[in-house]
């Protein structure tokens, strides 16, 4: 028996040291072994040495219950990461999930390692390397990273929080979702008291979850100040997040159909809004409503940003922290809401009189509940609430 059981642990040893990935459809052996590869050979061990032998079977029920024990106990978090597909130079989604990560390890007084720009492509294989560098949380810090950042949460055991994605997992992967159409209510609700040619404009670089919800949102915030306003859509592609040339072009065409105001959600393709409106042919002045971070120094007139829609993720990662060390990370969902700060407009010289005083109402208004906004979820949503105009 003892010949059989050691060679049972000599296999054990040999596959541990080969994990298999499949990295654009192409099998590769990499010389590291995942806590699950080293489990899920540890059992078969001692499966046949439970045949053959009491004796070797309580070392390796051990090895395999360790992971989960950790994760249920928690972990004193001293490290932690951030991923993101673009630089903080964006002005938007990426330099505020960068700026609010190190504001959450100021307060903390722990480390940030800081992954930016990394793009989409082998996005598995970048955070499961982030993972094993040390890290005790890693942030997938897109939307694009939700479904390879849940992946890899479950496979490192590393705690992993993504977006928009809701699949929570105790002690593996958490989850932070917005309110982001509340935020683009208020937004709306200025767009509203702004315009004098009664048409807006909504500019979004992609067909994804948060544009949606923004741009559904924004048209509902226009509505309920005037429902006779016309509101434009118009989207640079699928997936232009940093495409600043298409982002001028849609900017351009919603322009000329008479916006004043436009709402643009851009990241990299923000630069071309913002081209777009400044070299406009018009005889009167257009604004414009950023999204998730401040333009007000990157454009040469800072009077032309009404406002920002900002998005404040600090809080969220502090709480996802203290959850990770409470071991209570993965069983519930961090919200970024009105009412919680995590969303919320820039304060800014144009947002004065009558146009602060309308968002201070919505605002009231959103937060004790008396007003409710339909979440759209995709273009056919969003065109629905501005063909319907409110009604």
């Keep these: 028996y003892s010949v059989i059981i050691l060679f049972g642990v000599a296999r054990v040893y040999r596959l541990s040291k080969l994990r298999v990935s499949n990295l654009g459809g192409t099998l590769m052996l990499l010389g590291k072994s995942t806590k699950k590869g080293l489990r899920v050979g540890t059992a078969l061990a001692i499966s046949a040495a439970l045949l053959m032998t009491s004796g070797c079977a309580g070392r390796g029920s051990d090895t395999g219950d360790a992971g989960g024990d950790d994760a249920a106990a928690g972990k004193k978090v001293s490290q932690f990461a951030i991923v993101t597909p673009e630089k903080e130079s964006d002005y938007g989604w990426n330099q ?124 509902q915030g226009v509505y309920s100040v005037d429902p006779t306003i016309n509101v434009v859509v118009a989207y640079v592609g699928p997936a232009g997040y940093g495409d600043s040339a298409g982002g001028n072009k849609v900017t351009a065409q919603v322009i000329a159909a008479g916006a004043d105001v436009i709402f643009g959600m851009g990241d990299g393709a923000t630069v071309g809004y913002l081209q777009a409106i400044e070299t406009a042919n018009v005889d009167y002045p257009i604004s414009y409503i950023a999204t998730i971070g401040d333009v007000t120094e990157i454009v040469d007139n800072p009077d032309m940003v009404l406002t920002s829609v900002i998005w404040n993720f600090t809080n969220a990662y502090v709480d996802a922290i203290k959850d990770v060390e409470a071991g209570k990370f993965g069983t519930k969902t961090y919200e970024l809401t009105v009412e919680n700060g995590g969303m919320s407009l820039q304060d800014t010289p144009a947002l004065t009189g009558d146009i602060a005083a309308a968002v201070d109402e919505a605002k009231a208004g959103i937060i004790d509940g008396s007003i409710t906004i339909e979440r759209a979820t995709d273009t056919a949503a969003v065109q629905k609430i501005i063909d319907v105009k409110g009604k």
Aim: charged share 15%; proline share 2%.
């Design 96 to 219: 505020q999930g960068i700026w609010a990560a190190q504001a959450a390890a100021d307060e903390l007084g722990i480390t940030l390692d800081d992954n930016s720009n990394v793009g989409y492509d082998n996005t598995e294989t970048i955070l499961t390397q982030v993972a094993e560098a040390g890290n005790d949380l890693v942030i997938a810090h897109a939307s694009g990273f939700n479904t390879a950042g849940h992946r890899v949460g479950l496979a490192t055991g590393v705690p992993t929080l993504v977006v928009d994605f809701d699949k929570n997992e105790p002690g593996k992967v958490g989850t932070v979702i917005t309110q982001a159409q509340e935020g683009a209510y208020l937004a709306g609700v200025a767009a509203a008291k702004k315009t004098t040619t009664k048409t807006v404009g909504i500019v979004a670089s992609a067909e994804a979850l948060n544009w949606f919800l923004m741009a559904g949102g924004f048209a």
